[in-house]
């Protein structure tokens, strides 16, 4: 578990399933017109069998004033050393350089995924989720075609931009 003096983050289990949707479904449906539904993601109401199973986890970024979820990322090990990142959202009020949340999630996954000998990560994302694009680029995220991902990528039928990350250089 990370903390700084704001928030913490922490693994999250099945109970935290409805903080989950609350936080992610919105900026998927309403900031950014993502055409989704939650029943297009039912992951999320299992997060213990879907994503913390061997290799894969599922984090939050919990305010320290009252606990309000700000922040999530999930990774699913598919096996071959690999695993696909889903689920990262911060919270508007809370994203940008000045809180670190979303880098600091994102840092959290890598140090596990090294711990599980995992050396290469995949994910899928939306176009339009410009300011996402950028900040898998400026961690490394090699942008890929959809042809180009491997037989064993779980692709979201949204997804319409993929990215790679080689943990082994």
Known sequence: MQVNS???IKPLSNAYSDRAVALILPIQQIEFGVRVTIQEQPDLFDIDRVYN???GG???ALHLKDGELIGTIAL???GHNAGVIRKMFVKKEFRGKE???AQQLFQTLIDHSQTK???DLYLGT???L???CRFYERNGFNRIRAEDLPAYFLRMPVDDTFYHLSLSK
Do not use: C, D, N, R
């Open 117 to 119: 000998a995992i050396t």
């Open 130 to 132: 410009k300011a996402a």
């Open 58 to 60: 599922f984090w939050g």
């Open 99 to 101: 809180w670190g949340i």
């Open 126 to 128: 939306v176009e339009k």
């Open 6 to 8: 704001l928030y913490e």
């Open 53 to 55: 199973q061997p290799g």
């Open 76 to 78: 699913i090990s598919v």
